[in-house]
């Protein structure tokens, strides 16, 4: 009897029970915003929240809809009962309370609940939008919010500025910055694993080593921690743990672009061709890494020592059209070329794209003018010279030393002293280092033109005369440059609005500095640095009350940036002991 109730032993039978539970009701909330039927989903969310009150998204669900129906009042009360009883961690709940007190013109309050958002919010889900409000916030207060951090970004400002370096080959300048946030960020594993590998291209092996353990003991899973290390014991030729850590790798199928690329070139450099084939080829199938001439010539490498030989001459032919002015492609071809003919035995090639070691030098003496200026600056060049001078035979050593010569920059003579004072190296090789360092020096600070070669140390830079503020940043130097120095003090005089006495210690103490440093300023992130820390060291020379972390907040950086520019403005004007 189909549409009555029939009951069987006491049973309703054809009968579908209803479970009226929190999901029944969000369901039905949902249904009802999908046909925009907003005051029956208000209804049924009402409902979900007391059959689970403990349950945040449903309390949040009906703010959402209270805020649409401009109840901005009630919605906020919402908001804040999540915070204070049902779940204080839902942070974002200040950006949504900060949108209601936006459309009720209460920008004060739409202020303190956006900062106290970014302040204390992990995840920055809502980053872009709360910039806008910023931006908004900003023009209706007619001044810039009081914040002092954004958690969500802890750090990634400095790792960003240190990986730029790691990609220019300024090895030395990234792991400055990167040890600057070690102790302010030391679950930053990102960023302690590229210090490591800034570390390993300087040839510091065992401070590499030691930082990659620390990242492992945080997190023994972490991918680039254990290709890091696979290939720092394959250095010390540990083989039984190569072997190990190998195993584990190739069990590995990860999906992330960074990942497969680290995991590939770590498999090829272990010798895991195979492996490291797969993962290239992986990578040029994506759209955004198709056109990429280094990835095309790893995957050929990789097909070359693998014995896939019509592979590799096809994707060399690749790199050859996707960056015809390299030569790499064409020599690897002709290479190729001889292998297939017999007239060569087939040998493995690294993955680096760029010639040879000794290869690049035969070019370079042919060319009789040096280093080509564009190779001066690639990481991958600058990183073979670093390790060839650590860990090269005696002749590849002197070559090195000469050539570093031809560089000559600040990473330059770091590594060259670094060299120098290395315990065990052949008499005739630090000598040589000696010269080229003192022969650098010279033509940078003539005032130090001397017939013994002598460390760059601040002692022997206090001998040399100072240089008036216009000889220093005026027509002596290119404008380009000249105008970086001056926007650094331009800076410190903006932020710190200071009295007459201290504008004139921090021109005092930058103009020392640019005198006998001249520091490379590639970037506007270095001249916030130097500003900050040139206005913290100037404040404490005059004794005015002073904080890394004050003068951090007001130029939107961390204390340890100010901290480590503040250092080495003293290492060298030797101005006082800055404290924080």
């Not at 204070?84 to 950006?95: A, L, N, R």
């Not at 070690?182 to 960023?191: G, K, Q, R, V």
């Not at 027509?475 to 105008?483: A, C, H, I, R």
Request: proline share 4%.
């Amino acid at each position: 009897m189909k549409g009555k109730l029939v009951r069987t032993e006491g049973h309703l039978a054809n009968i579908i029970p209803i479970h009226l539970d929190a999901s029944f009701f969000f369901e039905r909330a949902v249904r009802s915003l999908d046909r925009n039927h907003v005051d029956k989903a208000l209804k049924y969310f009402r409902k979900a929240v007391e059959y689970e009150p403990e349950n945040p998204v449903n309390h949040c669900n009906m703010a959402g809809i209270l805020s649409e129906k401009g109840d901005y009042k009630a919605s906020n009360a919402i908001l804040a009962h999540v915070l204070d009883v049902v779940d204080p961690s839902m942070t974002e709940c200040y950006f949504y309370m900060a949108n209601n007190y936006a459309n009720m013109d209460q920008f004060e309050e739409a202020e303190r609940a956006l900062v106290t958002y970014l302040e204390e919010d992990t995840q920055g889900q809502f980053m872009t939008e709360a910039e806008e409000m910023m931006e908004l916030l900003y023009y209706e207060l007619d001044r810039p919010a009081k914040l002092n951090r954004i958690k969500s970004r802890q750090g990634v400002v400095e790792h960003d500025q240190a990986r730029e370096l790691l990609e220019e080959g300024k090895f030395a300048q990234a792991a400055e910055l990167l040890e600057g946030m070690s102790p302010d960020y030391p679950d930053y594993l990102a960023a302690r694993n590229n210090l490591a590998l800034a570390y390993y291209y300087m040839g510091l092996f065992s401070k590499a080593k030691e930082t990659i353990a620390e990242v492992l003991e945080q997190e023994p899973g972490n991918l680039h921690a254990l290709c890091n290390l696979a290939i720092f014991y394959q250095n010390e030729n540990r083989t039984d743990q190569v072997l190990l850590l190998i195993k584990k790798l190739l069990a590995i199928v990860p999906f992330q672009h960074e990942q497969v690329y680290k995991l590939a070139t770590t498999m090829g450099i272990l010798g895991q061709h195979d492996s490291a084939y797969i993962h290239f080829r992986r990578l040029l199938k994506g759209e955004e890494t198709a056109t990429d001439p280094a990835l095309a010539h790893y995957a050929a490498v990789a097909a070359f020592n693998t014995e896939r030989y019509d592979i590799a001459k096809r994707l060399w032919h690749h790199v050859n059209k996707l960056d015809p002015d390299s030569e790499v492609a064409r020599y690897y071809l002709d290479g190729l070329e001889a292998v297939i003919q017999g007239v060569q035995e087939p040998s493995k090639l690294s993955y680096h794209y760029h010639l040879p070691f000794d290869e690049q030098f035969k070019q370079w003496e042919d060319y009789g003018n040096g280093i080509p200026e564009e190779m001066k600056n690639d990481p991958l060049i600058r990183s073979s010279f670093f390790w060839a001078l650590r860990h090269g035979d005696q002749a590849t050593k002197l070559q090195v030393i000469h050539a570093l010569g031809m560089i000559g920059d600040y990473e330059v003579q770091q590594a060259l002293q670094l060299f120098i004072n290395e315990p065990g190296e052949e008499t005739a090789l630090v000598k040589a280092a000696e010269a080229v360092l003192h022969d650098l020096q010279r033509v940078e600070h003539p005032e130090l033109n001397t017939e013994v070669s002598q460390p760059l140390t601040p002692e022997a830079l206090k001998t040399i005369p100072k240089v008036s503020k216009n000889e220093v940043i005026g027509n002596q130097l290119g404008n380009e440059t000249s105008s970086h120095w001056q926007a650094v003090v331009d800076r410190a005089l903006q932020m710190s609005e200071a009295r007459a006495e201290l504008q004139q210690e921090m021109e005092r103490i930058w103009t020392d500095y640019v005198s006998r440093v001249r520091p490379d300023l590639s970037g506007s992130k270095q001249i916030e640095g130097w500003a900050a820390g040139l206005e913290y060291l100037a404040s404490k020379n005059r004794s005015r009350p002073v904080t890394y972390q004050s003068i951090a907040e007001r130029y939107g950086i961390s204390a340890s940036t100010v901290s480590k520019y503040a250092r080495q403005l003293n290492q060298i004007c030797s101005v006082t002991p800055p404290k924080g």
